[in-house]
Every structure is written in C-alpha cells, then in structure tokens.
C-alpha cells in the first residue's frame, strides 16, 4: 500500500527541481515483502528532451524508451509516452525496503531544463505499486500532484517584425499588396488566431481593420493589412494598442494572461510604405506661342505646353519621347521637334515644340 501527501505547487519556471510528493507511508503489508516495482505518469509534456524527472536521486528525460539505472539503489526505468503524457515503470528485483521506497517516492522531482520554459500545467500521479509476494501483489493508486504554470506569457527576444508583399513597384504600398506584423512570444499560447482588429494599423491618422492569424499552441502570431483601393497615407503601427490587444486576446496554456513590463518598443522606427492608390491626373495647358501673326500659326512658330500632374511623381526618366503631337485628330511623326521637359515648378513641366508640321488648325 502508499499513501502520500499530494499538492499544487506554482513552478518557479526557472530550471530548478520541483518536489512533488512528502509525507510518503510504504507497505508492502505480508513480513517480509520488498517493493518490487511502482508506476507513475506526467501528463502535460511537451515532447522535449527539456522534460526531466529525478528518481532516486538520478535525473533523465521524460521522452519515449528512455531507460536506464539509477545510481543510489539500482533501481531500472523505463520511459514510455503517448501523446503528452509519459509513463514511467520502476522496478528493482531485490525490491526496496518500506523506508528506501519511501525515500524514492518523496524524493521524486519534476525540472524544465530551459527557464521559463514550462507551458501549462503537468500532472504527475503515482498509479501503481507492486510488492515481491507471489499474488495479489499490485496494488492501483490515484495519488496526483499538480506542478502549476503561474508564470505569464510576454514576448520573446526577437522583437516584433514587419514584412510586406509585392505586386508591382515598391512592395507595401498599392492596392492589393499587405504589410504583415509577426509577435513572437516566449512560449507557446492560445488566442489571437483569427479575426479583425481596427486600433493597431494606421494609414496617416486613419485606423485601418487588420486580420489576426496563426495556430492555437504556437509561439508565434501574424496581424495582416491588406491595402484597398482608395488608401492613402504613411502606414504607422501603435505599439500601445498592439500592447493593449495582446492583453486582452492572448493566453499560455495554462491559462495565464499576457504581461510585457513598459512599452513594445517602436516597431516602425524604419518607416513603413506611403500607400498611394489613386492615380494621377494630367492636365496640359498652351502657354506661349512664338512669330503667331494675324493669319494664325506658321511653320515658324514655336509652341509653348505645360504640363501638370495632380501630385509629385518620380520623373527622373521624363523625355521628349514621352509625348507626342497631334493634329486633327492623328498623331504628327514628321517635320515637328518637341524639346526636352523642363520643370517649372512643384508639379508642373514645360515642353516646347516646333517645326514645319505646326500650321493653323486644330490641335
């Protein structure tokens, strides 16, 4: 028979052994009779070599076919998971005596190799004790401890991160490309796997509706803005309310809350895209006109255009061959020079054209 004290213990998450059981009373009831063997489980784990339990004074991992020997008693192990929850069989042929299994049941320990590592709570319960006698010699217990996850959930060392997808030209800033914001927390959490949210994106002073993706369980969560047509402005994200929104939305699995200590520090100090999707508009005006008599225009004169667009554009490439002249209705491609673009001020260019082709009429 076993009975032990039980308990609930709020891990530190800082590498350290935790002890889970005390107050242990072994029998093996019949004069005599050693403990030939005891069964218990961990449930909770996450799959990693980091999963360690101390048996007998020997540490080893909680990962599928670990075996071995312990040092103090020679007492074998073996180690066999399903799922999250790991089986652990003791058995020593000469058996132990009362106060040695005493001693290995209150001496059993549970460590997270990695600080803060631990997600959720594990569960550790002894389940079954044999003793040396021929029959009748198992016995099934339900003794459970719990080691609790009270640590919360914050951000990881890799600070939260923009990217943005490409359509045509500069990436982020047309209708139709996104501009996406990757969270990486310390460990893996639940929430903020789907949905909208309209506090944290700005284009210019305008919040904008963003979507939350990723897998529930993970350490990592995505906030994507998809540009509409009509957008304009700097792309800006408000660390405040980022702050605000993983407070609210995120959680280990444990069930702890998400803390971060002070402000998520400027995500956007490299400025994000000026989104631009409304087109420019032209507008081309007659300026002056050189040797015009009363007659109209001869093949001596000279026209003056302006140019103008709605907005600033990038015109390092504007040339003469960017424009073209017409007449009546048709494009004139002989006897006719067009200058070189000329700036004149802001938005608005110059561009002079001449030629024998240039006679009155339309155009």
Known sequence: TA????????????????????????????????????????????????????????????????????????????????????????????????????????????????????????????????????????????????????????????????????????????????????VTFDGNVQGLTSGNNSTIFKVGSTVVSATWAGTAGTSTRTLTYTIPAGANGTATIDEAALKDALVAGIKDLAGNAFTYSGSIANIDSTPLPTIDTTAPTLTISRGTTTGVSSTGATNLDSVDFFVEFSEGMTLSTLNATDFVVMLGGAQVTSNVTIGAPTLVSGNKYKVNVSGAAITSGTG
């Not at 040396?132 to 914050?154: C, I, K, Q």
């Open 3 to 182: 009975s032990v004290t039980t308990s609930t213990v709020n891990y530190a998450n800082t590498a350290l052994t935790q002890t889970l059981f005390s107050s242990a009373a072994i029998s093996a009831v019949d004069t005599g009779q050693t403990i030939t063997g005891l069964k218990f489980t961990v449930a909770g784990l996450d799959g990693t070599t980091n999963e360690r339990i101390t048996v007998d004074g020997t540490e080893f991992s909680l990962t599928n076919a670990t075996s071995g020997t312990t040092t103090a008693n020679s007492v074998g192990y073996r180690v066999d998971v399903t799922g999250s929850t790991a089986t652990v069989t003791l058995t020593r042929i000469v058996g132990l005596s009362a106060a040695e299994a005493k001693t290995l049941v209150e001496g059993l320990a549970y460590r997270y190799a990695t600080s803060n590592g631990m997600t959720g709570d594990h569960v550790v319960t002894l389940t079954e004790i044999t003793d040396s006698g021929s029959n009748n010699n198992v016995t099934t217990l339900a003794l459970a401890s719990t080691v609790h996850d009270n640590t919360a959930p914050t951000l990881s060392a890799t600070a939260p991160s923009t990217t943005v997808t490409t359509i045509a030209g500069t990436g982020g800033d047309s209708a139709g490309e996104t501009i996406v914001l990757t």
